[in-house]
């Protein structure tokens, strides 16, 4: 009886021992299936390397950007599934991941991952177009060189009494940039052209990307011997530093045309008619002050970023600009012209060269005149006339500067306007007067924007 109990007790040991090998061999290979998916194992890892989830991603140090540029051509849904980022490169088409059982939490979690990438790239539609603190900074650097020269611009030939060289009567300046050849050969040809006592210059800057434009140094002096008519500056030609070629070209004024009687400064994509300009003056007098053009008052900075003209508060505080007159074309007497020189270098550079020009006029006391001759917001259809086409010459006759025409439409105004058989009735004489920006709290008055329409404006 005691045999018997002694091997009951020896088979239950054994069964008791098997037991435990059993239990600790289940939990080894336990243990060796969470190494195995936590991917210490090679094949593992490259398993996770082709599955398109973000954890993976993440291993694969993919920034967001990235995602998003992937994530954009393709619909995210939980139930589709997603390509890996090495198949939207391929030209050859792939084929479609097996299917594989997913939860509806993990779907869910994961497009959570993935939609908010669409946006982490994006632009940001509030950043300024320009970088005004770097300005600020540079805005005192204001004495730049002159590159190409034309001395003799100013000297009348021929003499009156006493043998005195003949004063200049009209200096003709167009801005310009150095790409720009066709506009200002076709100012040369139409209403730029050079007469007895009238001379034009074209005044431009450094190109800002020298190498959309190879040569441009040797181009512009074959041009300047050529034609005799360009002044070039070593500043960068850019929108902001128009101001810069304002005070240049008043300086030179000072010191190569000190006797100049009209000056007459504007674009090169607009239509000018020189004989209205000049049937104007007759009377006036150089040695007074004198500024006549399409001025503008009561303008407000814009404060919109996306806008070509966006000044913020820091740079300019005040709630409204000076007088000032549109960019597209205006006259003065040589005598203004000297006083401004002086005025300018008083008054701190400010972006906009047209304004900057409004304040040195405020400096100096001189109240600019408009005259409606002088469109350079373009023209309004009246609405009595709906039949007038949009070149009909008889619009245009008793203008002085029409501005936005682009390089063939002033070709075709230049030679409708001198065809000897052009027969206009019911010739009205432009009158002149002060406009001004309507006075009113609504935002759109505010947010007015200054930039260049077209030849036409819609007629309220």
Request: hydrophobic share 35%; net charge positive; charged share 25%.
């Amino acid at each position: 009886m005691m045999m018997l109990r002694r091997r009951a007790c020896y088979i239950k040991g054994d069964v008791m021992c098997t037991m435990l090998l059993l239990l600790l061999f289940s939990l080894l290979l336990y243990v060796r299936q969470v190494l195995l998916s936590s991917g210490w194992d090679k094949p593992a890892w490259r398993l996770g390397i082709l599955r398109p989830t973000s954890s993976s991603r993440t291993l694969l140090g993919t920034n967001r950007v990235r995602v998003a540029q992937e994530s954009q051509p393709y619909a995210v849904s939980p139930s589709a599934p997603q390509l890996p980022p090495c198949q939207h490169k391929s030209k050859r088409p792939q084929p479609k991941p097996k299917a594989q059982s997913k939860s509806k939490g993990k779907s869910k979690s994961r497009q959570k991952k993935v939609t908010p990438t669409k946006t982490a790239g994006a632009p940001l539609p509030t950043l300024p177009l320009f970088d005004f603190a770097g300005y600020l900074r540079e805005k005192d650097n204001r004495n730049f060189h002159l590159l190409i020269d034309q001395p003799k611009k100013c000297q009348v030939g021929g003499s009156e009494r006493g043998g005195e060289s003949r004063e200049l009567y009209m200096l003709i300046a167009v801005k310009s940039v150095a790409a720009d050849f066709d506009k200002r050969q076709v100012v040369r040809r139409t209403w730029g052209k050079e007469g007895r006592s009238i001379r034009t210059v074209f005044l431009l800057g450094v190109p800002r990307n020298v190498t959309a434009l190879p040569l441009w140094d040797q181009l512009l002096t074959y041009e300047s011997q050529t034609f005799e008519d360009i002044l070039l500056w070593d500043f960068e030609d850019t929108f902001f530093n128009l101001t810069l070629k304002e005070t240049h070209f008043l300086e030179w004024i000072n010191h190569t045309c000190p006797s100049v009687r009209f000056i007459f400064k504007g674009d090169a994509d607009v239509y000018v008619n020189v004989e209205n300009i000049l049937e104007m003056l007759q009377g006036a007098k150089s040695d007074e002050d004198l500024f006549i053009g399409d001025i503008i008052v009561n303008a407000r900075p814009i404060r919109r970023r996306t806008s070509k003209y966006y000044v913020p508060e820091f740079v300019y505080g005040n709630a409204l600009y000076p007088s000032y007159a549109g960019g597209g074309g205006f006259v003065m007497s040589g005598y203004t012209a000297r006083r401004l020189s002086a005025s300018c270098q008083q008054v701190e550079l400010f972006p906009i060269d047209d304004v900057f020009l409004g304040m040195c006029l405020q400096l100096i006391g001189i109240k600019p005149s408009r005259h409606q001759g002088f469109r350079t917001f373009g023209i309004p259809r009246p609405s009595a006339a709906p039949h007038l086409q949009t070149f009909d010459p008889c619009f245009y006759r008793d203008l002085m500067v029409v501005h936005s025409l682009s390089v063939p439409q002033i070709w075709l105004m230049w030679n409708l306007l001198h065809d000897p058989t052009l027969k206009c009735h019911n010739r009205t004489r432009p009158t002149s007067g002060t406009f001004r920006w309507r006075t009113g709290d609504s935002r759109g008055e505010e947010e007015t924007d200054y930039d260049e329409k077209g030849v036409f404006v819609t007629h309220d």
